[in-house]
């Protein structure tokens, strides 16, 4: 059983930045996608980064390229989120994610059977 808990959000001002954490436990060959999902007010849950092959491949959502940045630490079973250029639009709970990634791009929620408790993040203008 794989157990996933994030730490790192809070509140910035746009423009700002913010890591998010992921510790993972437990793991299964089925599980070696792992990313960030968000779920907006009002929103569905859309992926924003997933990171595999042990953390030499990566893929970002079109509205977060160049902005954020998904990396692995393989030695502490953690993912992390390092957010930067914060926009209002960014405001969400973040989600990490763990499972076999289903198809490319492997952002689509389908694809991930193990999920965080989530982490709130809000920007403000």
């Known amino acids: 059983q794989v157990q996933l808990v994030e730490s790192g959000g809070g509140s910035v001002q746009a423009g700002g930045s913010l890591r998010l954490s992921c510790a993972a436990s437990g793991y299964t060959y089925s599980s070696n996608f792992m990313g960030w999902f968000r779920q907006g007010p009002g929103k569905e849950r859309e992926g924003v980064a997933v990171?595999?092959?042990?953390?030499?491949?990566?893929v970002y959502a079109d509205s977060v390229k160049g902005r954020f940045t998904i990396s692995q630490d393989n030695a502490k079973n953690t993912i992390y989120l390092q957010m930067n250029s914060l926009k209002p639009e960014d405001t969400a709970m973040y989600y990490c994610?763990?499972?076999?990634?289903?198809?490319?791009?492997?952002?689509?929620?389908?694809?991930?059977?193990?999920w965080g408790q989530g982490s709130q993040v809000t920007v403000s203008s």
């Open positions: 990171i595999w092959r042990g953390g030499r491949s990566t």
């Open positions: 994610a763990a499972g076999g990634g289903g198809s490319w791009p492997f952002l689509d929620t389908t694809g991930y059977n193990y």
